[in-house]
């Protein structure tokens, strides 16, 4: 297990969390690599022997050292804007194997991605096939294409992310994706590779899933039949991780459902998981600064805060919160609400929780490694937490915790 108690301490792999505490500071993410491999080999091993691309969801979790480690396992990357697109050419990920997809591509984003040479760009309009088709055009080369198709399917998950219903701003609509894909193939500078969907994220059971993949394999029949040839469906990310007491559906699950749902077609699978990657395998590490007992609730303030982990102010996500150090025997646990320094009401990372916890100990919140640092922001003036790669008894520092100075490093007083 990638977070353990070991010796009355909680550990990441070999390394009790006060030592990194101790040496790294807090907040802190730290991320275990054994994690993250097992969740990458749990795709890889439900797809072995079929002709498949895991495209890792760079939004999950941007970090150099983390998109280096999916190269280095094979995985090719999803991107939804030039930086992203940096950071995989940083990491060395191949662009070739990189599928590039948002609602707002900018004219300068296209560029930059046709002439990294992008295994995809997924269009989610038809101006933007315009736009794709004309800079590929100036640029004298052939744009690889897919539409992602919005499959009007309920992901069943919190509604700012779902994303698969005909009221989302995403994708173009299944009713109007035969007479896009046939506008495409008459552009001279688009060539048609594929269709995408991706319903929504956090889905905790594979129906919505398979539903789709069979709406998708369904339309992809129908531009085969009119002459169009589509050589990968690409059925996004979304799949669910353990935060509180869903039950685990194995990965495997969701990939058996889409398969059959594609049947006998020899196209290419495409999944472009992020959060199911390395959701688990992070956790944000926090130190108590009070005990604040309240008339109506008791507080742990902690040195954590929205602008670090976002999920609980913006989606009401529930996170576990564990002790750091086991709690001495007949230890009465207190209810508290854990909230960080920023001066919002919204600011919590967890609410009515039992704990035992006083000032100076650390708090582990759990399931942090997808949208925890990704999201984060200097809110309040507050440096951004060092983040921690755990490899069984060796810690690497893979970002170091920002500096005062960096926040205003850009800022200019009028002369
Ligand atoms: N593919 C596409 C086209 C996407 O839009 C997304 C996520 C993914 C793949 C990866 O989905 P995943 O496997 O991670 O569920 N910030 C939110 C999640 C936003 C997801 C946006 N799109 C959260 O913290 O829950």
């Known amino acids: ?214 709406r998708v394999a369904a339309l992809a029949s129908r531009l085969e039949a009119a002459g169009i040839p589509i050589a990968h469906i690409d059925l996004g990310g979304g799949i669910g991780i353990h935060y509180q007491d869903e039950p685990p559906r194995p990965v495997a699950e969701f990939v058996a459902g889409a398969l059959a749902a594609l049947g006998a077609r020899r196209t290419g699978l495409i999944l472009d998981p992020g959060r199911s990657i390395i959701g688990n395998a992070g956790l944000l590490l926090t130190r108590v600064e009070y005990v604040k007992p309240g008339a109506a609730k008791n507080f742990l303030v902690v040195d954590a805060a929205m602008n670090d982990l976002l999920r609980p102010a913006l989606y009401d996500a529930w996170h576990e919160v564990r002790a750091v150090r086991e709690a001495p025997a007949g230890a009465r646990p207190v209810t508290y609400d854990v909230v960080g320094p920023v001066c919002e009401s919204g600011d919590f990372l967890a609410r009515e929780r039992p704990l035992v916890a006083g000032a100076g100990d650390l708090l582990a919140v759990m399931s942090a490694g997808a949208y925890g640092m990704s999201m984060s922001s200097n809110y309040n003036s507050r440096p951004r937490a060092a983040e921690v790669l755990v490899d069984g008894a060796q810690a690497h520092l893979i970002r170091a915790r920002e500096t005062i100075e960096d926040l205003f490093a850009l800022e200019r007083i009028l002369p």
């Open 1 to 214: 297990m990638a977070f353990a108690q070991r010796n009355g301490t909680l550990c990441a792999e070999q390394l009790p969390l006060d030592e990194l505490a101790q040496r790294f500071g807090t907040p802190c993410y730290v991320y275990s690599r054994a994690a993250i491999e097992l969740a990458y080999a749990s795709y890889s091993s439900a797809l072995a022997g079929r002709d498949a691309l895991i495209c890792y969801s760079v939004k999950a979790n941007p970090n150099l050292a983390v998109l280096a480690l999916m190269t280095r396992l094979g995985a090719g990357f999803d991107i939804v804007s030039g930086g992203e697109l940096a950071r995989v050419l940083a990491a060395g990920g191949d662009p070739g194997k990189t599928l590039f997809s948002g609602v707002g591509k900018t004219e300068i984003e296209i560029e930059q991605a046709l002439q990294a040479g992008v295994r995809c760009i997924n269009l989610e309009s038809e101006p933007e096939l315009e736009r794709v088709n004309a800079l590929a055009g100036r640029l004298g080369r052939r744009a690889p294409v897919a539409f992602r198709v919005n499959p009007d399917v309920d992901g069943r998950t919190h509604p700012y992310i779902s994303t698969g219903l005909r009221q989302n701003k995403f994708g173009v609509p299944h009713d109007d994706a035969e007479r896009l894909y046939a506008k495409a193939a008459q552009l001279p500078n688009v060539e048609v590779r594929g269709i995408g969907c991706h319903i929504g994220s956090q889905l905790t059971g594979p129906a919505p899933f398979v539903e789709a993949a069979a």
